[in-house]
């Protein structure tokens, strides 16, 4: 049993109650498994075939693993982060798990689920020891799809790194934006590099966020 803060009664009686929800529908499932076995109190023990045995026992299974989940799942407020990165990038190149070029399909080969509603707070970004002048500035910017990665939509959140590097080789940016599960995430790397626009040595990005 968890218990989001021992010192609050309210948090106390909220996770309390949460724990009661998940123990009455593991009890649901139990019986539901029960009486198709022919083993709950007072069942006829009629004739039962496989496919019914099988979805009772699915359903059993996936309400445990629920409330297994609903247990180990961060308490609220809880600051999480997503880490993307790329060996080599380009100018205007999209930054994902770092398993693939980018280009035209940038944003679609180059992304991240989200796991939950969440809520952006912010982007760290490095681009390592790639060498900046004093007068060169790389860009990145959270990208956010909800339509399966089809249209990419900017965040408006933007971390700079200003040159020279070294030593100016990271930046931060605080944000707020909410995302929700099942859209893709992705950073696009926008550099004024007169000299060479692609950066050899790849970088490094973390997006901060915070769930409900």
């Known amino acids: 049993m968890k218990f989001e803060d021992d010192t609050d009664p309210n948090s106390i ?10 123990a009455e529908e593991i009890n649901e499932a139990a019986d539901n498994l029960q009486q198709v076995l022919g083993t709950e109190p ?5 004739s039962v075939t496989f496919n019914d045995l099988l979805a009772a026992n699915e359903l059993a299974d996936e309400t445990v693993q629920h409330a297994i989940a609903d247990e ?23 930054v994902g798990l770092g398993t693939s070029s980018g280009g035209a399909m940038g944003f679609v080969r180059n992304n991240v689920v989200i796991p939950q509603t969440a809520t952006i707070t912010g982007l760290v970004f490095s681009i390592r020891d790639n060498s900046l002048s ?9 990208f956010v799809s909800t339509d399966c990665g ?25 944000g707020t934006f909410a995302v929700h599960q099942c859209d893709l995430l992705s950073v696009q790397i926008k550099n004024d590099m ?6 050899p ?3 490094a990005a973390t997006i901060l966020y915070t769930i409900p």
């Open 72 to 94: 180990l799942a961060p308490p609220c407020g809880c600051v999480l982060s997503i880490y993307l990165a790329a060996p080599v990038v380009s100018n205007n190149d999209f």
């Open 150 to 174: 089809v249209t990419p939509l900017a965040t408006g959140i933007i971390a700079t790194v200003n040159g020279p590097n070294p030593p100016n080789c990271c930046a931060f940016s605080p």
């Open 13 to 22: 009686l909220s996770d309390a109650l949460e724990n009661l929800e998940n």
């Open 201 to 203: 040595d790849g970088v």
């Open 42 to 46: 007072g069942s006829t023990g009629g």
């Open 194 to 199: 007169t000299e060479d626009p692609a950066l």
């Open 134 to 142: 004093a007068t060169d500035s790389v860009t990145a910017e959270i």
